[in-house]
């Protein structure tokens, strides 16, 4: 049996780990989309990631992962209402997949030995309440981009082909990983990633040092290097656990939903799901510091993954779009020590 390599062990990265970690907490910011040179760890963070998650609660057979027995699809004929608990998914999409292997289609095999029209269910339904993972998603077919964006805003996967009209839930957190360098994002996808994140290769020897003396010993041992981690993982995912339950209580004072839209007039970010997505981020990291209350603190530390890839270029501005909003951040909100609370 391969061995994940544990997610705390990741040396450094800590943006992505952080974007990720607070999408465990709440779906709805909308996933994440991970930039940056090959070999810095993006693919061993979502692996790791699905290894971190908790389990969740599904009906037992059930083939979109549904909570409730009235929540399965009819087509599914689930005659159980027995729940269960399993790992939370964490699927693959494959560059190249067909459109059927995503949405799903008419099973073949039991149409032809038992002369049965039945519905195949695709990654879609493998993927809801779960994570959908595109590694090289700058590289995707432009067919395959449209659906999900469909989906996406529906939430629901709609199959109508071959006489038949199937639909189901579809709602995951979209994971996207890639080099900007082989090839850039469509806008409307862009868009689509609540949160964004640039990786990079270590520059400093000490960290290098640290990801080869990891890496090699969870190559000769990986049983054993996961054992030595998995105290970290377990607390980690306690505090996921925790922080869920308390995002429903997190407070939103009036100020902080004024400073939400004030930065995003002042970024320039088109329509309204900048800001909807910067509160959002903000209330996570609330709960996961245990906080009652969203702060500008918060704010401050998610602006740039909420909010660097919504912005427009400028070829003029040479320090990057995290700089500009860290920039922008502080030009509203005030320094950091003057705007302490």
Not at 146 to 174: P, Y
Not at 178 to 193: C, I, K, S, V, Y
């Amino acid at each position: 049996m391969s061995r994940t390599f544990p997610f705390s062990a990741i040396v450094g990265q800590d943006d992505m780990k952080r974007a990720m970690v607070l999408t465990a907490i709440d779906a709805r910011i909308g996933g994440v989309l991970v930039l940056g040179d090959r070999g810095t760890g993006k693919s061993t963070a979502v692996r790791a990631l699905a290894a971190l998650l908790p389990k969740m609660r599904v009906v037992d057979g059930c083939p979109v992962n549904s909570a409730r027995k009235t929540d399965c699809p009819d087509w599914a004929e689930i005659g159980s209402a027995k729940i269960v608990t399993r790992p939370t998914p964490v699927v693959d999409l494959p560059l190249g997949v067909t459109e059927d292997r995503v949405t799903g289609a008419l099973d073949i095999e039991r149409a032809l030995t038992r002369g049965e029209k039945a519905f195949q269910p695709g990654l879609l339904a493998r993927a809801n309440r779960g994570y959908l993972y595109i590694d090289e998603v700058n590289l995707l077919e432009d067919h395959i981009v449209d659906l999900l964006l469909d989906v996406a805003q529906s939430g629901e996967n709609l199959v109508e082909r071959e006489g038949m009209s199937i639909r189901h839930d579809a709602r995951f957190v979209l994971v996207g990983s890639g080099n900007p360098e082989e090839g850039e994002l469509r806008p409307q996808l862009l868009d689509r990633f609540g949160l964004s994140v640039d990786v990079t290769s270590p520059q400093d020897v000490g960290t290098r040092v640290e990801v080869m003396r990891r890496r090699d010993a969870f190559d000769r041992d990986p049983r054993s290097f996961a054992r030595h981690w998995d105290a970290e993982d377990t607390t980690l995912r306690e505090a996921i656990v925790a922080a869920r339950k308390m995002l429903p209580m997190v407070e939103t004072p009036e100020e902080i939903l004024h400073d939400c839209a004030a930065i995003c007039i002042a970024l320039g970010s088109d329509g309204l799901r900048g800001e909807l997505t910067l509160l959002r981020t903000a209330r996570a990291e609330a709960a996961f510091e245990g906080a009652t209350l969203i702060g500008r603190d918060h704010l401050r530390r998610v602006a740039a993954m909420a909010l660097q890839h919504r912005l427009r270029r400028d070829p003029m501005d040479e320090a990057g779009t995290a700089a500009r909003v860290d920039r922008i951040v502080t030009e509203v909100l005030g320094p950091r020590r003057a705007a302490a609370e």
